[in-house]
Nanobody, 114 residues
Framework: HLVESGGGLVHAGGSLRLSCAASGLSFEHYYMGWFRQAPGKEREEVSCIDSNYGRTYYADSVKGRFTISRDNAKNTVYLQMNGLKPEDTAIYYC?????????WGQGTQVTVSS
């Protein structure tokens, strides 16, 4: 399963680093992604990274501010978030890409105050 951590409350312009620890899957074989769901909105994909070559994708809303990375030796994927904005407030989840229902975890809450 996947366990997210690193969320919290920050002021606008601040930074957070999210981590997602994986177990029970062949982590190094999967593309991994970060998703978020804000109150009253559908879950959206924020970023993803391929399994071995470091190729990345970012949603336009976070491009230039967020950086995804992974450590296959630690079965962990990270999301460095800089320049946070109030509109980044959401629960953040990690999952494989494409997402698999059985891997959705509790997520980690990110709250950005203005």
């Amino acid at each position: 399963h996947l366990v997210e951590s690193g969320g919290g409350l920050v002021h606008a312009g601040g930074s957070l680093r999210l981590s997602c620890a994986a177990s029970g899957l062949s982590f190094e074989h999967y593309y991994m992604g970060w998703f978020r769901q804000a109150p009253g909105k559908e879950r959206e994909e924020v970023s993803c990274i391929d399994s071995n070559y470091g190729r990345t994708y970012y949603a336009d809303s976070v491009k230039g501010r967020f950086t995804i990375s992974r450590d296959n030796a630690k079965n962990t994927v990270y999301l460095q978030m800089n320049g946070l904005k109030p509109e980044d407030t959401a629960i953040y989840y990690c999952n494989t890409v494409p997402a698999r229902n059985e891997y959705w975890g509790q997520g980690t809450q990110v709250t950005v105050s203005s």
